[in-house]
Structures are given as C-alpha cells and as structure tokens.
C-alpha cells in the first residue's frame, strides 16, 4: 500500500498500518506445539486462533495458554493477532477480555471474524478503550483486523473500513463466504466448476477498494490444499496482481511462497528506486525543475513517482536492498 503516515486520534497511540503483512501464518491457540513452532517461521504475521481452529470446549483453557506464549515467547519481526470469535457467539467478550488484560503490551492487534457491519467494529473498539484505560495501557494502539465472510459483510465493507482509526486491514475470508453465497465449490479459494471467468474479482477488489479509501491494508485469506504450493503461488499471485498486500498461510511450506509473491522482484524494486531517485533529480534545481524527464527510453513523471513509491515501500517493508544506483546525467 503506498506508505502514509500513522493513525492517530486526541489522546490515543497510532496504530501502525504499514506493517509487513505478506505471509499471516495462522495457529491454532489450542496447541502448544504449533505455537512455539511458529516463533521460529519467517511469517510477517502470526494470528493466535480461538476461532474455527480452535474447538469450542477447548475455548476457555486456549485464552489462557494464548496469554502465556504472547508473554513468554520470542515473536522478534512479526506482527502478533490473536483471533476471537464473532459476535454471535457466547465467547467473543471472554475472548478479549482475557487475552488484552493478560497481554496487552504484547499484542498488537484483534482480528474480528465474521464482521457484517460497522456496530461490530465498533463494539471492539470501545471494548479494547475501556480494558486499556483500566489496565493503564496505551489507548488506541490495539489495531482491529476486520474479516469478510459473507455477503452482508461484503454489502458493508466501506462502513466496516470506515468505522474505527483502530482498523489497520480488511481480510477476505472465502471459506464461509463461499458458504454464504452457496458457491459451487468444494476447493477454498480455487474457482467454481461452471464458471468460465473469476468468481473471486468482484469481491477481492470491493475489500480492495474499501480498505485503500481508508489507508487499509486489504489481505487475501487461506488456500487449503496445504500441500499444493503451485497452487497457492496461483491463487496468491492473482491477489498480489490486483494489490492485496499479502495472504493467510496454513502450513510453513506456504510461508516462503507467499513472502516471494507480495515482494516486487530485484528488477522492479531497483526500477522503482531508480524512478524515485531520477525524479527528485530532474526536480530539482539542479536537474532543472522539469516536471517530466526522461530514465533511459522511458519517461518519468509525478504519476510514475506515485506508482514507484508503492513498488519501493513494498521492498523496504520486505527488507529488500538496491543493487544499483542514479546517476545525474552530465550537463
């Protein structure tokens, strides 16, 4: 997403929207083995699930063993989520309350499922003030992840993004929202049989479009065939072409791919430096105040920086290095 500054409200932190979000590895909060392998996954984001990963009898005890490794685990590089249940359920208050009052200074966001509206969001964000104010942590840098996983959600997704200076990503869940709209498909993530175009275009960009209005990060959900990783490249490079800013993964062999897929290529990435560098030159005094110049055989201007600065930002995020450098022309 193109780089701006952090949210912020009177009397709140900033909650961070630009963190590298290319690979959020899920884990189900229920399983202590899984847990303290993911620390050691190079997954940007790791979500802590007491969600569909987690059953319901073992709910209760997975908030306090979440709790736990939050505080005591080494998560040095990634961002930290844990996913509650929906609203519907008898367990989303429980689920917060416990694992913010518990590890609070530890986490860095709350992913809400199944959100059909804007109250939802809302509802979370006075929950989080109101933990945060009596446990005397900073308000406001708790950030929400909304998920879409049905059509009343799709219908509401700008208010949905809109709703809270907390919300730092939309994500897109296909399982239950292919479920909702009785979708002709057993494969998540893969096109209905039938179907000659792509199914999934209308709803990546209407998640797409809501969470650039808002400066959102827009994240694509899980493939579930684990173990086809062409597969998951395909699925996950449609999402990346369109400029999701990155994909659930549910098995470490999906990590490395999907970090390589929302990543711009060496090639693009020293292009992207190259324009920003060759812009701010030809801008200049020096390189004559013009507002369009020529890089090589192609021409260059305010439109080609704006796109490039989305290039570079995704590179720096994913820890890339140029391998080439401008230079000024001679007079």
Request: hydrophobic share 40%.
């Amino acid at each position: 997403m193109t780089p701006s500054a952090p949210v912020n409200t009177p009397g709140t932190a900033p909650v961070d929207r630009l963190r590298p979000r290319r690979s959020c590895l899920a884990v189900p909060g229920s399983n202590p083995r899984f847990l303290e392998k993911a620390q050691g996954l190079a997954a940007d984001q790791v979500f802590l699930d007491l969600e569909d990963a987690c059953a319901p009898l073992a709910k209760p005890e997975a908030r306090h063993t979440i709790v736990k490794f939050l505080n005591e685990g080494d998560w040095t590089g990634k961002t930290r989520v844990v996913r509650v249940n929906d609203w519907t359920t008898e367990w989303t208050y429980r689920d917060v309350v416990t694992v913010v009052e518990g590890a609070g200074p530890n986490l860095d966001c709350i992913m809400l499922p199944k959100v059909q509206d804007a109250a939802q969001v809302k509802a979370l964000d006075l929950l989080l003030t109101q933990i945060e104010k009596t446990m005397g942590f900073e308000v406001g840098r708790i950030g929400i992840e909304a998920q879409i996983e049905n059509a009343r959600g799709l219908n509401n997704v700008n208010e949905i993004a809109e709703a809270s200076p907390r919300t730092e990503t939309i994500i897109f869940g296909p399982a239950d929202f292919m479920a909702s709209i009785n979708m002709k498909s057993l494969v998540v993530g893969e096109q209905p049989p039938g179907y000659p175009a792509d199914a999934y275009h209308y709803i990546l960009m209407k998640i797409l479009m809501a969470a650039r209005a808002n400066d959102l990060q827009a994240i694509d959900g899980p493939y579930l065939q684990i173990k086809n990783v062409d597969g998951f490249r395909a699925v996950a490079g449609r999402a990346a072409a369109l400029g999701f800013d990155g994909k659930w993964v549910l098995h470490p062999g999906q990590v490395e791919a999907a970090n390589e897929v929302f990543s711009p290529s060496q090639e693009d990435f020293d292009h992207a430096e190259l324009i920003l560098d060759a812009y701010d030159y030809h801008t200049s005094e020096r390189g004559g105040r013009k507002g369009s110049a020529m890089l090589g055989d192609e021409m260059i201007d305010e439109a080609s920086r704006k796109m490039a600065l989305v290039v570079s930002g995704k590179g720096r995020a994913a820890g890339m290095t140029r391998t080439s450098s401008f230079e000024a022309p001679e007079a």
